[in-house]
């Protein structure tokens, strides 16, 4: 079945470093890519996404890349701050009979270090 | 706005017994979904609904049931719990299934003894 490999699992770097997290997906018909930010105790909420037809979104620190051919995403996030402090989820999203199915990777939990 | 609402925030159970989880949306979205979140697994899904009176399984179903007799409200049930479903249960709707951000309820934190 459909399947989206997250790595790594934590992640620790220095306030004002950068930050990468990577993704994999399985299903080649998967064509939307959003990134969820869940801080300690609170829900997720979505930080960035593409869609297939992008190979790059950039809002302000943060970014995603997307490879189709490899089918590798990856979220940077450019100087870090402590309040960049969270656990991040990678998805991705494949037309399923008339619904478009959304797979979660394991998650990152990253830790800005002032 | 209220967004998505969860009630309870916190639940303690005993194996066998019954409870059920209730989810409200006031964005008149069509999509709504059950997630259960455990450590270092993630999110999976266990139930959704395309819209009002339908319901399909997810990844993660067994165990559970659900209803969505009113557009803005989606119930999870536990018939029998079992210490497995020890877990946070997130919420989440969406206007369509494609290309849209899910908003997510708080979670509810469910033990079972």
């Known amino acids: 079945g459909e399947n989206v490999e997250q790595h790594p699992s934590t992640l620790s770097v220095q306030e004002g470093d950068s930050a990468v997290i990577k993704c994999t997906y399985s299903d080649s018909a998967s064509n939307y890519f959003p990134w969820y930010k869940q801080e300690l105790g609170k829900r997720p909420q979505l930080i960035i996404d593409?869609?297939?037809?992008?190979g790059e979104k950039k809002d302000q620190r943060i970014a995603v890349t997307l490879n189709k051919t490899a089918k590798h995403f990856s979220l940077h996030i450019t100087e870090t701050q402590p309040e960049d402090s969270a656990v991040y989820f990678c998805a991705a999203s494949t037309p399923s009979g008339g619904y478009n199915k959304l797979i979660f990777g394991a998650g990152t939990r990253l830790a800005v270090h002032p | 706005n209220a967004g998505v609402t969860q009630t309870p925030k916190f639940r303690v159970l005993k194996t066998g017994q019954s409870m059920t989880l209730l989810c409200a949306q006031d964005?008149?979205?069509?999509?709504m979904y059950w997630y259960r979140q455990d450590p270092g697994m993630g999110l999976r899904l266990i139930h959704y609904s395309v819209g009002e009176g339908t319901t399909a399984k997810g990844e993660v179903p067994d165990g559970y049931n659900v209803s969505r007799l009113k557009k803005q409200n989606f119930l999870l049930g536990l018939e029998s719990a079992a210490p497995s479903q020890t877990s946070v249960y997130f919420c989440a709707s969406t206007e369509t299934s494609a290309y849209n951000e899910q908003f997510f309820g708080p979670g509810t934190r469910l033990t079972v003894l």
């Open positions: 593409i869609r297939s037809n992008v």
């Open positions: 964005m008149n979205h069509e999509y």
